[in-house]
């Protein structure tokens, strides 16, 4: 018996000519690969400079070029946004509004402040003091980081906190560094000016120049206090006027400072750079990743300022902890102790909250 072979499978018939092309059968496979073959990367560390409030320079030249990015979330900005209330709505742009009524204290105002150096003007929020201290105290000029905005919560609960016994003077500033520390100048001039009008009491607290700011806003307070200093220890005398005149003292308040940055280089060199003569008070998170307190511990110890550090037990970079009342209440309390540090200082080593 002969094997029976199979039949062969009959070629398919020529078109006629002019006739359409036959369409081409599409598979799953083929068309997700053509689709990731398509899809532009973007790397971890562009989404986490960007996230986590790295230098804004570095941020904006790695941003990705397609206008829907696919996002790899952090687990810092998972957390922020599982704590933000439903109501809040996020806003990447940095807008200056305010926060809402219900939350903005009755004692928050708002101006601008024009200046040469300024491309154009900033928007500030004024605390005024909320309880009427025993002696006056100086402007704490504050500034947020480098993607938030003045409504942030980190700010606006420890504002609200240090305004119990301090004024404020916080501005809305770019992502850009350099700006941000030309905004610091102008807040300082526009304080000077109001400065002439008070009486000598008075005159004699504001001759302090307190700045601070959180995170990137920390790193130009700190780049704004060195400006200062090189100024005031040149060989030409400031004229009649001239804040460098006035001020006798800096202190700096640096909340969750940036100390490592995107690529594990080491933000150090500017606090090393201060002089004995300045106090720095850090108020960090104990889960700040930016800022590991081994870290921070090891450059205080070789800094020639003076610095005090404040805890905040199971915060992050962003000052985060659950519930969001906590948070709340945990930030006004580091505001709080930070206009104590202010005006008479305290031991070093404060911790408030629980690691949760």
């Known amino acids: 018996m002969k094997d029976s072979k199979p039949s062969k499978r009959p070629k398919a018939a020529e078109p006629a000519p002019g006739a359409p092309a036959p369409k081409k059968r599409v598979t799953r496979s083929s068309t997700k690969a053509n689709a990731t073959a398509q899809e532009e990367p973007q790397s971890n560390a562009d989404v986490q400079e960007e996230e986590l409030e790295f230098d804004a320079a570095e941020a904006v030249a790695k ?9 790899t979330k952090t687990r810092a900005n998972k957390n922020q946004q599982e704590q933000k209330p439903s109501n809040e709505a996020e806003d990447p742009k940095g807008s200056t509004e305010s926060s809402t009524s219900d939350s903005t204290p009755k004692y928050l105002t708002t101006s601008t402040i024009n200046h040469d150096s ?16 025993s002696t006056p105290s100086p402007t704490l000029i504050f500034t947020h980081g480098a993607g938030g905005t003045l409504s942030a919560p980190a700010v606006t609960n420890f504002c609200t906190g240090y305004a119990t016994t301090a004024p404020i003077l916080a501005f809305q500033g770019s992502m850009n560094l350099a700006a941000r520390v ?14 002439q009008e008070y009486d000598e009491q008075e005159r004699e607290h504001e001759a302090t120049l307190v700045l601070g700011g959180r995170s990137m806003g920390a790193r130009a ?12 220890t040149g060989t030409e005398e400031p004229e009649v006027g001239d804040v460098r005149s006035s001020v006798k003292k800096i202190k700096l308040i640096l909340v969750s400072y940036p100390l490592l940055g995107p690529k594990n280089d080491i933000r150090d060199q500017i606090l090393l750079d201060l002089p004995s003569t300045v106090d720095v008070l850090f108020v960090t998170g104990s889960r700040d990743a ?10 205080r110890s070789k800094m020639a300022a003076s610095s005090t550090l404040v805890t905040v037990k199971g915060a ?3 000052m985060h902890v659950r519930p969001v009342a906590l948070e709340k209440e945990l930030g006004e309390r580091a505001g709080g ?7 008479a200082g305290f031991e070093d080593g404060v911790e408030i909250g629980e690691e949760g």
Not at 290 to 299: D, H, I, N, Q
């Open 221 to 232: 307070a700190v780049m704004t206090a060195s400006e200062m200093l090189a100024s005031s």
């Open 182 to 195: 030309k905004g610091f100048h102008a807040c300082i001039e526009r304080l000077e000016s109001q400065r």
């Open 337 to 343: 102790l930070a206009a104590k540090w202010t005006d």
């Open 63 to 71: 941003a990705p070029r397609s206008s829907k990015p696919k996002t």
């Open 118 to 133: 300024l491309k154009k003007p900033i928007q500030c929020h004024h605390y005024s003091i909320s309880a009427t201290p």
């Open 290 to 299: 930016m800022c590991p307190l081994e870290l921070l511990a090891t450059v």
């Open 316 to 318: 992050d970079h962003g």
